[in-house]
């Protein structure tokens, strides 16, 4: 099966038993695959990829050309920016409603590295980190490679059970992960069940960590809210992650950030300047120009993206049970009544689809999900509407 993991032989590979605990990115698997098979002459349209498919705007590119071209290539704070974090302040005061110091920003890798160097931070051996499922690949590979445990917890219609959240707490537990907007459901969590999990984390003395890659996009007027922002207890206890290449288009750019209490963006600070030191130089001037330049054009890329998410969901509730996602650009659909005899899993339709097809989606299994499919609409109406047509045919 191309689509599953392949078990590693511990007695011949000479590498530490923590990285043979911990699978390859199954989404990146997926995006390998699919690029082989396109260069075997394949007609592939690949909904597997989580990637905005519009161009990053004029003024990033031109303010990360003027800085190389001034030569701002050297070394800089570990951090990040000076200007580049108080930027980031002025922003989540007046869109996230959160009030913070440059002191509690720290600029990464994108918000990959920053969850990684979290758990590498916070977590000792065998500490527990509890995950709501549906999940994003990295959240449970990141906490072993931390030696740390991942405990998932069942939803409740795609959204957070938090009876489930506060049986499942024990002794070790040491943080809770969760992304509003969900990947891989598009799901958004309403903001009373926030509070309701940043005060039990707060009774127990755990951490919240919010993953909002894609807090820029929200649909059907709904608000995204960050629950660091609701009181200066739970910004005491939460660390909200965030980025700039979902809602920016510019993923490529590698610049995600944390805002948390100084203690834990010093903590990160400490561990980052011996991975890899400063986040690069002249990427930060980019993300710099995202914040200064006039933000209607990512508004009206998440109205595109709200217009592609109806085209989706029109047509492929047509094949599966399907939910309409107020965020992201993904589409979760449920394909259990189609598992039986010919598909034993939706990792075998998946397969299915991408062979006879030639349509890329990636299966629930990937996010600790069965009986589902995650289908991105970060593609155009062509695209979509060919996908549909191709995966029609042959069901």
């Given amino acids: 099966m191309i689509l599953k993991s392949k078990k590693t032989n511990r007695s011949t590979m000479p590498f530490s038993d923590r990285i043979k605990e911990v699978e390859e990115s199954k989404s990146v698997r997926m995006a390998g695959l699919v690029a082989h098979l396109r260069s075997e002459g394949k007609q592939i349209i690949g909904l597997n990829v989580g990637e905005p498919d519009f161009p990053t705007p004029g003024p990033i590119i031109e303010a990360t050309q003027k800085a190389l071209a001034e030569n701002k290539t050297r070394y800089h704070l570990v951090p990040g920016l000076v200007e580049l974090r ?5 922003k989540l005061s007046k869109e996230n409603q959160i009030q913070a110091k440059k002191e509690n920003i720290l600029i990464s890798n994108g918000s990959k590295q920053i969850i990684y160097s979290l758990f590498q931070v916070l977590l000792n051996q065998d500490d527990e980190v509890l995950i709501p499922v549906p999940y994003w690949v990295t959240f449970p590979e990141a906490v072993k490679l931390a030696g740390g445990v991942p405990v998932f917890v069942d939803c409740k219609n795609l959204q957070l059970d938090l009876e489930k959240i506060e049986a499942a707490i024990t002794p070790k537990t040491k943080a809770i992960i969760f992304n509003t907007p969900n990947n891989p459901s598009g799901a958004v969590y309403p903001k009373e069940d926030l509070l309701k999990l940043a005060q039990l984390a707060l009774k127990n003395d755990i951490v919240l960590i919010s993953d909002e890659a894609y807090e820029g996009l929200v649909y059907d007027g709904v ?31 590698r610049i995600g950030y944390m805002v948390a209490p100084a203690k834990f963006t010093a903590a990160v600070a400490k561990l980052q300047s011996h991975v890899h030191g400063n986040n690069c130089t002249f990427a930060q001037y980019g993300a710099l120009a995202a914040l200064e330049m006039d933000q209607k054009v990512f508004k009206e890329m998440a109205i595109s993206f709200e217009r592609r998410r109806d085209l989706c969901h029109k047509l492929f509730s047509q094949l599966f049970a399907c939910d309409k996602p107020q965020g992201a650009f993904y589409l979760f659909p449920n394909i259990e009544d ?32 069965p009986g589902h499919l995650r289908i ?20």
């Fill in 86 to 90: 108080e930027a980031i302040c002025k």
């Fill in 223 to 253: 608000e995204h809210f960050s629950v660091a922002s609701h009181s200066k207890e739970i910004f005491e206890n939460t660390i909200t992650v965030q980025t700039f290449s979902k809602s920016y288009c510019m993923t490529g750019f």
């Fill in 338 to 369: 189609r598992l039986g005899d010919k598909f034993k899993s939706c990792e075998d339709f998946a397969e299915f689809i991408l062979e006879k097809a030639h349509v890329a989606i990636l299966p629930g299994t990937f996010f600790g999900h």
């Fill in 376 to 395: 991105s609409y970060a593609y155009s109406d062509e695209e979509i509407i060919e996908a549909h047509r191709r995966i029609a045919e042959i069901l």
